[in-house]
């Protein structure tokens, strides 16, 4: 008895000191060192190590909701729930290898559903909610599931898009699973256990080029980028988390798993947007922010209250590189230690990442006094084993030379789901091609210029639109957003033209011949191609996003595709959202081609 006393004695001491659903460090060492921790076996793992079942863990924010709105997930509750969705998919005769479909806005319902399915060593394969149904249904089809899951709205929506009846396997509505009681015994054997290989999950990209691609990530490649996470992520007594990713996102997975490991408390939104994002920072008062950078690009913009980031430490953005312009807002807000003491200023851990590679591949880490932008998107990740640069030949390239980044990583996807073709073009002499078009330094740091999908071939040569982005953003502080692309060529309808088009603030009263003129005056001192035309636009919808968040530029090229060759009566019509054509005279050279040399104009 006088030693289980002492125990709990310890255990209520750790507790003031981190509080009661973190992780000591004596725990998470454990958690590392475990040789079996995977993706399908850390909700167990954590289990053995928890000192508080009952300490609330996970707060979930529903759209629209506030304070008084949030419910609250408890470890305990996450077994419990895990383990009633577990018993209904068995009974529903789901097994190993299966496929299931889920799309439902709610953030843990997407996180419970991803256990339980695993803990049936089946595979999740959770949808954004924001993807169109006839894509949604189109996509679910190609994976051939077992079962669908979705809210009621979005599962009719499906079914009404669906090829055929049964394309969509066994469909239920996320509401029926809720309010269905026991659904008979766990299966022999619960929970499964996973190889290293065994897949966890089916993540589907943004879609930014078309139909999104289905990467397959395993158990343990999944998870390897995680492992030393639960020593680095901020997990001090005062720590907590505002993740804004969409939850059914490898990101949001991601992090969910990382706030059940650490137990640092997380607020999950189910909103990304600015405004929501900043109203619960108000009353949440998290150390660490983490999401997408159209997220924090309007916390930037669209005026974040210095007390609502107050307790912010660290921003934490993955996904596509986010711009100087917006993090260089963010990191004068918050506080850091120094010398002991809470300093004016924070920190802003910038992750270039991949669906297909599970996390961030390169990190760059920015404060109030850094300087290292220019695209730069920093050093590989530790975990990545060696980065390069090809040219179109598969050649590698030295310092400055523009090419495509490649990665070799034990995170590499599995491969996309049933197409062998697409993951053997994605590789070439042992490293994957993440689709971006960079360079790097004789420091190893890399520069992301663009996707290669959205390289601008001119006249002149071509043009890389972000680094082109970055200046337009820095010349108009009051933007929210920018994509640059390119359009039919007045001079020849083989090439294209650089244009812009630029979210505004709503009550920006600037004419797009005024920014015009300002953005290429920038453009001129940088030595850099000028804008072509200018498209200005204040709604939040007026830049078209995917359901990751990024903007969609194919569309934006097919909406404007015609902006520089259109007759006046056409022209009248884009006029309608204050477009205005620049001057095609005199341009600087424009960028160099994969394999040349980075210029001021690239």
């Known amino acids: ?58 707060h979930h924010l529903p759209r629209g909701g506030g304070e008084k709105d949030v419910r609250v997930f408890t470890l305990g509750d996450l077994r419990d729930a895990t383990e009633r969705y577990a018993r209904w998919y068995h009974a529903a005769g789901v097994v190993r290898g299966d496929r299931v479909g889920i799309q439902s806005e709610d953030g843990i319902a997407n996180f419970v559903h991803f256990l339980a399915v695993n803990s049936l060593g089946a595979i999740p394969a959770p949808v954004n909610p924001n993807m169109a149904p006839d894509t949604a249904a189109r996509y679910l089809a190609r994976l051939e599931p077992r079962v669908v899951v979705a809210d009621s709205g979005r599962l009719t929506a499906l079914l009404e898009a669906a090829e055929s009846p049964g394309a969509l396997g066994l469909t239920v509505t996320q509401e029926e699973i809720d309010a269905a009681g026991p659904a008979g015994p766990l299966p022999t054997g619960y929970p499964y256990r996973h190889g290293d290989r065994d897949p966890v999950l089916i993540a589907h990209s943004s879609g930014t080029t078309g139909m999104p691609k289905a990467p397959v990530l395993g158990h343990r490649q999944f998870f390897t980028g995680k492992r030393p996470r639960i020593l680095t992520m901020p997990s001090g007594p005062q720590d907590k988390n505002l993740l804004t990713f969409p939850p059914s996102h490898g990101s949001g997975l991601s992090y969910m798993m990382m706030a059940t490991l650490t137990g640092v408390p997380t607020l999950v939104m189910e909103e990304q947007r600015g405004p929501a994002v900043a109203e619960a920072m108000r009353w949440w008062k998290p150390t660490v922010v983490i999401g997408f950078p159209i997220t924090f690009g309007e916390l930037a913009t669209l005026g974040l209250e210095p007390s609502a980031a107050a307790h912010v430490t660290t921003w934490l953005a993955t996904a596509d590189a986010s711009h100087e312009a917006h993090i260089r807002e963010l990191v004068r807000l918050g506080r850091h230690r120094e010398g002991g003491k809470w300093r004016q200023g924070s920190r802003y851990i910038d992750g270039l990442a991949s669906t297909e590679v599970g996390m961030a591949v390169f990190q760059n880490i920015h404060g109030p006094d850094t300087e290292a932008y220019q695209r730069c998107v920093g050093y590989p990740e530790p975990v990545v084993e060696e980065a390069t640069v090809f040219d179109e030949h598969g050649k590698r390239l030295g310092p400055h030379e523009i090419g495509y980044i490649g990665v070799k990583s034990p995170t590499e996807t599995l491969g996309y789901w049933a197409d062998a073709d697409l993951t053997h073009r994605s590789k070439n002499d042992g490293f994957w091609l993440t689709g971006d078009i960079g360079y790097y330094d004789e420091k190893g740091r890399f520069y992301q210029y663009d996707r290669a999908t959205d390289v601008i071939q001119t006249v002149n040569g071509p043009v890389h639109s972000l680094p082109t982005e970055e200046i337009v953003l820095k010349a108009c502080r009051r933007a929210v957003d920018c994509t640059v692309v390119g359009a039919v060529s007045p001079a020849d309808p083989e090439l294209s033209e650089p244009i812009g088009v630029i979210r505004m603030q709503e009550n920006c009263d600037d004419t797009a011949e005024h920014l015009l003129s300002q953005i290429n005056a920038a453009l001129r001192k940088a030595g850099m191609h000028q804008l072509s035309a200018l498209v200005v636009c204040k709604g939040e919808n007026d830049i078209p996003l995917g359901v990751t968040g990024k903007v969609l530029k194919r569309e934006v090229r097919s909406a404007y595709a015609k902006i520089l060759v259109a007759d006046d009566d056409l022209r009248l019509d884009v006029a309608r959202v204050r477009s205005v054509r620049g001057e095609l005279g005199q341009l600087p050279p424009a960028g160099t081609t994969a394999g040349g040399k980075p210029g001021a104009a690239a």
Do not use: C, I, N, Y
């Open 1 to 58: 008895m006088k030693l289980r006393s002492l125990q709990r004695h310890l255990a209520s001491v750790r507790r003031m000191h981190l509080g009661p659903s973190q992780r000591g460090l004596r725990a998470r060492l454990e958690l590392v060192a475990e040789k079996s921790l995977g993706v399908g076996t850390f909700l167990w793992h954590t289990l053995d190590r928890a000192e508080d079942l009952d300490a609330p863990l996970l």
